[in-house]
């Protein structure tokens, strides 16, 4: 009986053009394994396609719902994001889906998983430290670091199809490099790589339009938070992959969510993309907005340091770890009273805020108003700033001193 392989499965050319060449190299019975993140592609056809090409078997996996409760919402809560722009759709996704892999991989007896991920990119690192982590006993196939794989182009793939019998619609044409999924598109390659130009947004754009192209009205919106997880949206009760549907359809309408950034890459290099993530951002600042409200200083200031460093830890594909585990436990404690009621307005490429409530609201009015109040004596400052000051007033007695000792 030959060893199986399972191969991470996108329908496109790259992994069809995989299927062949693991039978051929390896003599593996081929399981193709297509995980729908909520990327809203056409999923109809890729059975035929993948035993086309030689597959035995084709899973599609839906896991749109345990990404978002288990993986988005981390994320979210713990105001994740990568070098102050990039709010992590990739990466985040690829523990997701290493997971699934195994979890087929297991169920079939496979002794092996393929990835088409580049030797360049970041998503080898992440998808290989996912199933290391998971299923240390799996060989690990990365085709375009393999001394085997002889392709370099897209016509090459093409031919190596045809020569084996495989005759399908696939394009020569070059187009941006593109991962979707239901919290972001990414955009990389053509005039991008070029740090000079400028993204040609017209011809790039999927989940919505530039903020000069976005209607000339606002967009109110309305939602509803409990323990740092968003429950309804404009008065109705939802999950969190639908919320994130629809906060996606209003944020690409208003032209939010566009990031172009150059990014250092893990392996070493920097690299350029376009980001479009409407629904994401809205939801994070939506969050953000709440957490003004309850969260003391302190913890702000503990948890914005340990939200970078989140960041970087998923980033870098180490969602298996322990510091993982460890940074979610404490931003997961900071949530019990991020409950309340957010309103903002949507306007060409803005989130502007529009009043915020919650039960569990630090904001006293009576301390933050103007005028005095029974509970804020203005007298007691000054010994305050006495105390929180003596360290710089020492500070500056002790130069003064030494100043005059060196002048005499």
Not at 319 to 342: C, D, H, M, N
Request: with cysteine; proline share 3%.
């Amino acid at each position: 009986m030959k060893e199986k392989v399972v191969l991470a499965y996108s329908g496109g050319l790259d992994t069809t053009t995989l299927i062949p060449w693991l039978k051929e190299t390896f003599d593996y019975e081929v399981i193709c394994c297509c995980i729908d993140c909520g990327q809203s592609e056409e999923l109809d056809g890729l059975d035929e396609r993948a035993k086309l090409a030689g597959a035995s078997k084709l899973y599609i996996e839906d896991i749109t719902d345990d990404f978002c409760d288990n993986y988005i919402m981390p994320c979210v809560q713990a105001n994740a994001v990568y070098e102050n722009a990039y709010l992590l759709g990739t990466s985040m996704a690829r523990p997701a889906i290493s997971k699934r892999l195994v979890e087929v991989a297991r169920k079939e007896g496979a002794t092996a998983i393929c990835h088409g991920a580049t030797g360049k990119g970041n998503d080898q690192i992440r998808f290989e430290l996912g199933i290391k982590a998971l299923a240390p006993d799996f060989k690990i196939i990365a085709a375009w670091r393999s001394d085997k794989w002889t392709m370099d182009s897209r016509e090459s793939e093409i031919e190596y199809c045809k020569a084996h019998g495989i005759h399908l619609p696939f394009s020569t044409d070059q187009s941006y490099s593109r991962d979707r999924n239901l919290w972001h598109i990414s955009h990389e390659g053509l005039e991008l790589e070029d740090p000079s130009q400028a993204p040609n947004y017209d011809n790039m754009l999927v989940l919505g339009v530039t903020p000069e192209k976005a209607p000339d009205k606002e967009t109110e919106v309305t939602m509803t938070f409990e323990q740092g997880v968003p429950k309804t949206l404009n008065g109705k009760e939802m999950k969190v992959s639908e919320i994130i549907t629809e906060l996606n359809k209003l944020g690409g309408e208003n032209g939010i969510g566009i990031v172009d950034i150059v990014e250092n890459r893990v392996v070493g290099m920097k690299s350029r993309g376009v980001y479009e993530t409407p629904g994401g951002t809205i939801l994070m600042a939506a969050h953000e907005q709440l957490e003004e409200l309850t969260l003391d200083r302190e913890t702000m200031e503990t948890k914005k340091k340990l939200g970078s460093q989140f960041a970087q830890v998923v980033y870098e594909g180490k969602w298996y770890t322990p510091l993982r585990e460890a940074i979610q436990a404490f931003v997961e404690s900071t949530q019990k009273y991020v409950t309340g009621e957010v309103k903002f307005k949507l306007y060409k490429g803005n989130i502007i805020k529009a009043g915020t409530t919650s039960p569990y609201s630090l904001y006293s009015e009576t301390l933050a108003s103007f005028t005095t109040g029974d509970q804020y004596d203005h007298h007691d400052a000054e010994g305050f700033i006495t105390l929180f000051g003596l360290p710089l007033k020492v500070r500056a007695m002790r130069m003064q001193e030494l100043e005059k000792n060196h002048s005499k």
